[in-house]
């Protein structure tokens, strides 16, 4: 069955320093998403992706960060200068036609 | 305003029983969907089942089944048959907006732990 991979599974960095995140969706998906939470909290929407171009982002999803499918299988998102309240869980996510969103597995990401 | 409300924080259930796990939404796009995700403790979130709001009958998947009561917004999760793996943290979310050109992106509850005891 088709699955939305991620990598890495865990990233550690330093305040300050850039981060890639790297998502492979589901191959014949339309539309890419980033999502994050936070320890204990819910899942926050970051950004959506649709036919090379940001669809919408949130009030998040300032000019630290910055998505990019540099062909046509990967889609990453780059932190910009990481900020000790970055630290979360990021989730890709893809869909197609049909409405269901699949989710990766995650990427933890610890900013010290 | 909260768009999608998680009442039950935490929610016990023994094994083999079923659980009504509730979600209510608040929207005034006329298409929309509802989606519950589980969450082991793994973290992975993992895709249940899905209600549009122009379907005619409730959703189902297996041991999942989604009561949709459209005129009271709620989307309510139901668990079957209870097992020791159903225990994790579900999420409820909604999608508005794809017949205006929106996003799909979703908007998460807070979520409801689930403890299944043997």
């Known amino acids: 069955e088709p699955e939305v991979t991620q990598t890495p599974s865990h990233q550690v960095t330093q305040m300050g320093q850039e981060v890639i995140l790297r998502c492979v969706p589901i191959s014949n998906h339309l539309y890419f998403y980033w999502y994050r939470q936070i320890l204990g909290q819910k899942v926050e929407f970051l950004v959506s992706f649709y036919n090379n171009e940001i669809s919408e982002k949130s009030e998040i999803f300032d000019d630290q960060f910055s998505v990019e499918r540099p062909d046509g299988s990967n889609f990453t998102l780059k932190i910009r200068s990481t900020k000790l309240e970055d630290s979360a869980m990021y989730f890709c996510a893809s869909s197609g036609i049909l409405y269901e969103q699949y989710f990766g597995p995650g990427t933890r990401l610890t900013v010290t | 305003a909260q768009k999608i409300t998680q009442t039950q924080p935490g929610m016990f259930v023994q094994e083999k029983e079923a659980v009504t796990l509730d979600c209510t939404y608040d929207t005034s796009d006329p298409s929309y969907g509802l989606f519950w995700y589980k969450q082991p403790s793994s973290g992975e979130m993992i895709f249940l089942i899905y209600?549009?709001?122009?379907?005619?009958q409730n959703a189902t998947e297996g041991r999942y089944s989604l009561n949709f009561q459209k005129a009271r917004k709620s989307a309510n999760l139901v668990i079957s048959a209870s097992q020791l793996g159903d225990s994790a943290m579900y999420f409820c979310a909604m999608r508005e907006g794809r017949f205006r050109g929106g996003s799909e992106k979703l908007v998460f509850g807070k979520g409801t732990k689930l403890t299944v005891n043997p």
């Open positions: 209600q549009g709001s122009y379907d005619q």
